[in-house]
């Protein structure tokens, strides 16, 4: 059984452009995501399929759109999740990033770590949402899951920085 992704992509056309920060780590989320993952459906249009898959991930009216193919393109899933739950967590996860890169300029390596561990911590509530929202219909490993919300944040930024 194959159960991974293999290409994952996101829907550009509702996008601003990035910053090359943000560009840089929507490339490492992806690039990892694709080296290392855990990604089963539990629910397909081809029930037998074991994967590797692509993904692709937007946003349609206001909603996460999640697509799901096989390799030679033929959709196995699409459905949409609210984005109402991952607000606050987004936003929260934005406003202490900036904290950390400010920080990073002139504070103390003790009050970096700080905020980086509440960074992490923001972090990992969002990747438990997603596994917990998603789990009826994908089955996902924690690092999946981290890598995947990185990118939902990333389709969630306006003028390159900042959620929507």
């Known amino acids: 059984m194959t159960y991974k992704l293999v290409d994952v992509t996101l829907d550009e056309s509702t996008l601003v452009r990035w910053s ?39 946003t349609i009216e206001g909603r996460l759109s999640l697509e799901i193919k096989t390799k030679d393109d033929t959709v196995l899933m699409n459905f949409r999740l609210a984005v109402s739950p991952f607000r606050r967590i987004i936003r929260d996860y934005f406003a202490i990033c900036d904290s950390y890169y400010e920080a990073i300029k002139s504070a103390s390596p003790s009050q970096i770590e700080a905020i980086d561990m509440g960074r992490r911590g923001l972090h990992n509530e969002g990747s438990d949402l997603l596994m917990e929202r998603l789990e009826d219909k994908i089955k996902l490993d ?23």
């Open 20 to 58: 090359a920060d943000i560009e840089h780590e929507r490339r490492i989320a992806v690039f990892d995501l694709i080296e290392e993952n855990s990604f089963e459906l539990l629910k397909s249009a081809d029930p037998n399929y074991p994967g590797p898959y692509k993904l692709h991930i937007g």
């Open 142 to 164: 924690m690092a999946t899951a981290r890598r995947l919300f990185t990118l939902i944040c990333v389709l969630h930024l306006k003028d390159g920085r900042g959620p929507r």
